[in-house]
């Protein structure tokens, strides 16, 4: 015959201690796994947040050296404004065009650059303010992103880098919702205004 025994209530109280201490470790553990995970997760957000930067500052450097090709671009310098939701036609500069052609050519060709660069990018390009009407060499470009092209909440990014370009009529602002990147670029001096003083039509040289 067996005789039955019974676990003393102090290794019951162990056994049960032992558990506890294995939940909280198990607890501890996934706590940690976790703030690695959320770690990672952020770090990928920077480095997605740093390449499409990077990607904004070589559009703008694009439209730049496309100035700089067209001579006439500072007398231009007007048709190349354009907001963020305009979606200018190219047209077609295959054979030669002048140089009111060929600024229209690379708006085009450059804002559909910045829409197949970037998620649901978008460019509003304006006329630095503060600069008198008749001496203009500078214009205004502001890149926009969705950093999660997917989201359609307005709230999915608490701080955006919202600037502002200026005031007055070359006002722009960092659309809701998005990422922006502004920059100044100079407009190509080869064909250059000079203002004879007090004339109503400015006198533009080109070298």
């Given at each position: 015959?067996?005789?039955?025994?019974?676990?003393?209530?102090?290794?019951?109280?162990?056994?049960?201690?032992?558990?506890?201490?294995?939940?909280?470790?198990?607890?501890?553990?996934?706590?940690?796994?976790?703030?690695?995970?959320?770690?990672q997760?952020?770090?990928?957000?920077?480095?997605?947040t740093?390449?499409?930067?990077?990607?904004?500052?070589?559009?703008?450097?694009?439209?730049?050296?496309?100035?700089?090709?067209?001579?006439?671009?500072?007398?231009d310098?007007?048709?190349?404004?354009?907001?963020?939701?305009?979606?200018?036609?190219?047209?077609?500069?295959?054979?030669?065009?002048?140089?009111?052609?060929?600024?229209?050519?690379?708006?085009?060709?450059w804002?559909?650059?910045?829409?197949?660069?970037?998620?649901?990018?978008?460019?509003?390009?304006?006329?630095a303010?503060?600069?008198?009407?008749?001496?203009?060499?500078?214009?205004?470009?502001?890149?926009?992103?969705?950093?999660?092209?997917?989201?359609?909440?307005?709230?999915?990014?608490?701080?955006?880098d919202?600037?502002?370009?200026?005031?007055?009529?070359?006002?722009?602002?960092?659309?809701?919702g998005?990422?922006?990147?502004?920059?100044?670029?100079?407009?190509?001096?080869?064909?250059?205004?000079?203002?004879?003083?007090?004339?109503?039509?400015?006198?533009?040289?080109?070298?």
């Amino acid at each position: 015959m067996h005789r039955l025994t019974s676990s003393s209530p102090s290794a019951q109280r162990q056994r049960g201690i032992s558990l506890l201490e294995s939940l909280i470790a198990m607890i501890v553990a996934a706590l940690g796994i976790l703030g690695v995970v959320g770690m990672q997760m952020r770090t990928l957000t920077d480095s997605q947040t740093t390449v499409r930067r990077a990607q904004a500052i070589r559009l703008i450097e694009d439209l730049s050296e496309r100035l700089k090709v067209n001579p006439n671009a500072m007398t231009d310098i007007s048709a190349y404004v354009s907001g963020f939701s305009d979606t200018p036609s190219p047209g077609n500069c295959g054979t030669a065009c002048n140089h009111t052609a060929l600024a229209k050519y690379d708006l085009g060709i450059w804002k559909q650059n910045v829409a197949a660069s970037l998620p649901l990018g978008q460019a509003s390009i304006f006329l630095a303010p503060s600069e008198p009407t008749n001496n203009r060499r500078q214009l205004g470009v502001m890149i926009s992103w969705r950093e999660n092209e997917r989201d359609t909440s307005t709230n999915f990014k608490d701080a955006l880098d919202a600037v502002t370009g200026g005031g007055g009529s070359g006002s722009v602002s960092c659309q809701a919702g998005r990422t922006c990147h502004l920059q100044y670029i100079p407009v190509s001096a080869r064909c250059a205004p000079y203002d004879k003083g007090g004339s109503i039509t400015t006198t533009y040289y080109c070298s």
